[in-house]
């Protein structure tokens, strides 16, 4: 015989994060639910030392959209943007449709299947805000692949097995 | 190997985590103000330690958590309260394994006192956040509190010397992010959350992160396989291996790991890795390697340095199981590593029947049957759980979560009447079929757009 599992709440290694998926990530390097927010960072198309700062609030479903130098994005419509569209379409390949619709309190459809779709449940209205913290979370994600490795043991990622579902 | 001892439960386990689980429970409302079921659960927690060294600073802890003028340091001792608890667990559940497999295992050297590892400012702010996070309850956790913790783990991922600190908070803070507003999750992850919080805290006093003193060994390094450990930015391959030595063999481990995104995943996770540690090579080559000086922690962690070693001659893991792992010594634990998570024990097993249902698949021997640990299993492999339900003989790691549990490492399976070996870390050294080699190549693109946007937009 042997004993039945524990449930997930008294499991030391419980998966509590679903792995993202990759996606190719030349159009938008960086997109994260954090901090209340689907945000991210969008590369211009014309220029290639500008980027945008996107983000939309579960909140209230205000969004913003900047350059990484605090200029006003100049494509703001009601409802979004291009920018917004491109980061809610990344965002759903990286999370899948439900993980992001339930973060953001996007009532769509059970077949929804886009960053579209969860934009017109949301119904996204602008509000300028600042682009500076998300901007510093995108420089801090990429400097991840700066720092060294190293061959000393890191005991305590047995608490993070690579794969698995989320149950 | 006596799998039978494994069916009996181990004395003193399910009371140790009995009062584990009350203190745990205390944390899903904070420490703040503890109820009446949260008292009870704190003085059960002080009287559990009561006959040990222990017993008078968590005591007095547990007294002023009730108050509710908890520090630093009171919360340091119920920290070490729980640490000691489910150490002994650890410990209980070792000497099982150990008597099953037949296996015998080295002492832990006396320690002398532990060295501070510098930068008390780094874990001063550590412990800072960890005691807002125990005071405000995993259910009082909000987007504030949470990103509290980046400049911090930013600070400890950049010294090397905490990295291990760095990397566990990164992963912990990535999970409570994902999570918060804690008022309104589902579900908590109460003994996860629990554990994950009381680890940092541990390694967070000062000393805690001092590096064990290391030896060096010699000889011929067989691999088993490969353990491989993943949160949103970190990667981790563990290589389990026999080291043949002049003293006979012994079991030992060999890591690299390194710091990632969260959108590098799979098979992409190698090429962080391959070029510091040329074992994952030899591993996909079924080579063993030369080793000269290697250094090595009393606990049977090689530190690896491509320097110390050289290819060797092909060495077939399944081999090495049957002729090697059962004479193999094994390492102690490190005192502050001994906690059942840590449980990973390299066994070949032969011989048993298996069944795939809708929860997984198990394998049965005479006297048990082992639930194969299908979320140990990943896609940075060849192998998948549909193998090891075909299969006749495993290379894993026995592993226990509330009951044991195998994590296959390879297995040896009937394809097209013939015996196949699959190893889940056969694409260490590169992949060798198309599907792995694509998601290499996209992953490699993904690197190459970071490192641009780095270049442009970091550096300046
Ligand atoms: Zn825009």
Known sequence: ????????????????????????????????????????????????????????????????????????????????CNHLRALADEAVLQYGVARVARYLRADVAEDATTGAAVLAAVNAWHEPSAGAPVFSRFLRHLAYLELPATTEPLPELHWFPAGGAVR | MRFDLLTTPVDGVSEAYDVVAGFDGALVGGLLRPGAEQIAALHALAAAVSGTPLAGRVAEAVEKTIAGSISDEHLAALVA????????????????????AGRSRGTWPADGPGVSAGADNLLAAARSWLSDLAIAGWRGIDHDL???????????????????????????????????????????????????????????????????????????????????????????????????TADGPRLVRASVS???????????????????????????????????????????????????????????????????????AAAPVPPLERH?????????????TTAAHDDGVTLTLPGLTLEVDLERMHGAGPLTPALVAASTACIGLLRWDGHWTIQPLAVEAQVKRKTV???????????????GAKAEAAAADAVKVLRERAGRLLRR
């Open chain 1, 1 to 80: 015989m042997n004993a039945a599992q524990k449930p997930w709440e008294e499991r030391s290694a419980a998966r509590v994060v679903a792995p993202a998926r990759p996606r190719k990530l030349a159009k938008v390097p960086f997109v994260e639910l954090a901090d209340g927010r689907l945000q991210g960072v969008v590369s211009s198309g014309s220029d290639i030392e500008r980027v945008y700062v996107s983000s939309l609030t579960a909140a209230n479903h205000s969004f913003h959209c900047s350059t990484n130098n605090n200029r006003p994005c100049g494509g703001i419509r009601s409802g979004g």
């Open chain 2, 81 to 100: 309260a729980r640490s000691a608890l489910l150490g002994a667990a650890h410990d209980a559940l070792l000497a099982r394994l150990d008597e099953a």
């Open chain 2, 146 to 244: 949470v990103s509290h913790a980046d400049q911090a783990v930013q600070a400890l991922l950049a010294e090397p010397r905490l990295r291990r600190l760095g990397a566990l908070l990164d992963g912990f803070a990535g999970e409570l992010r994902a999570s918060a507003p804690g008022a309104t999750m589902p579900r908590v992850p109460v003994r996860r959350w629990a554990d994950l919080w009381a680890r940092a805290v541990l390694l967070a006093q000062p000393g805690a992160l001092a590096a064990a003193e290391a030896g060096a060994v010699s000889g011929r390094l067989l691999p088993l396989g490969i353990d491989l450990h993943e949160h949103p930015t970190a990667v981790q391959a563990q290589v389990h291996a026999v080291l043949e």
């Open chain 2, 258 to 328: 390194a710091p990632k995104v969260d959108t590098l995943v799979g098979s992409g996770v190698w090429q962080l890795l391959r070029s510091h540690s040329a074992l994952l090579a030899a591993i996909t080559e079924q080579r063993a390697m030369e080793l000269t000086d290697m250094p090595v922690t009393p606990g049977g962690d090689l530190i690896w340095s491509d320097a110390h070693a050289k290819p060797g001659t092909p060495a077939e893991p399944f081999a090495t199981a049957r002729v090697q792992l059962a004479a193999a």
């Open chain 2, 340 to 352: 059942p998570v840590r449980l990973a024990e390299p066994v070949l097993i032969e011989g048993y």
């Open chain 2, 421 to 435: 070996a699959v190893h889940a870390g056969a694409w260490a050294g590169g992949a060798a079929d198309a599907a």
